[in-house]
């Protein structure tokens, strides 16, 4: 099973940038796609980004799009969220998780999800 470790959460001013790094291990051979999710205080976890591993397709919530960009590097097995503009609505616990997928209207996790790392934007 592919495990996951995210770093590069911290404490940014509004209008600033960003990059998380999402590092996999073990056998990514069969993993379908990488996705970022965030979780607001009070809130439920949501979807924010995802790339299919082999195509690169991006996908991205209607609310980072523009801003937020998802990126990979297959060599080293990790993928990138690189934010930039950030808005205090941005601050949340950002988790990285292995094959997202999307059914109807929702994204769920096939695969497993990382500790997540905290990101505040201040203003």
């Known amino acids: 099973q592919v495990q996951v470790v995210e770093s590069g959460g911290t404490v940014v001013q509004a209008g600033g940038s960003l990059r998380l790094s999402c590092a996999a291990s073990?056998?990514?051979?069969?993993?379908?796609?990488m996705g970022w999710f965030r979780q607001a205080p009070g809130k439920e976890r949501d979807f924010v980004a995802a790339?299919?591993?082999?195509?690169?397709?991006?996908y991205y919530a209607d609310s980072v799009k523009g801003r937020f960009t998802i990126s990979k590097d297959n060599a080293n097995n990790t993928v990138y969220l690189q934010m930039n503009s950030l808005k205090s609505e941005d601050t949340a616990v950002y988790y990285c998780?292995?094959?997202?997928?999307?059914?109807?209207?929702?994204?769920?996790?096939?695969?497993?999800w990382g500790q997540g790392t905290q990101v505040t934007v201040s203003l």
């Open positions: 790339i299919r591993w082999r195509t690169g397709t991006t």
């Open positions: 998780a292995v094959d997202p997928f999307l059914r109807g209207e929702m994204w769920h996790v096939a695969g497993s």
């Open positions: 073990g056998s990514t051979e069969s993993t379908f796609a």
